[in-house]
């Protein structure tokens, strides 16, 4: 998702609560974190200049899986 703000409203939805208020660090770059319902803590980034150059491939069911 490219928007951290709704990527955050959907986290707030499922119960998660925040950690760091999402904020703009520089270069319209934002960061935020919140805690799961599990407690595990989940990182969102929106950097706008960042793009992939490349698909990224869906992971594969090989060994260590």
């Not at 409203?9 to 119960?15: I, K, N």
């Not at 706008?48 to 260590?64: K, W």
Request: glycine share 10%; no cysteine.
């Amino acid at each position: 998702m490219r928007d951290i703000a709704a990527a955050s409203e959907r986290l707030l939805a499922s119960g998660a609560v925040p950690v760091e208020e999402v904020a703009e660090v520089g270069d319209r770059i934002k960061l935020g974190a919140f805690r799961s319902p599990t407690g595990d803590i989940v990182g969102l980034i929106e950097n706008p200049v960042f793009a992939l150059t490349e698909p990224v491939a869906p992971p594969s069911d090989g060994p260590g899986r």
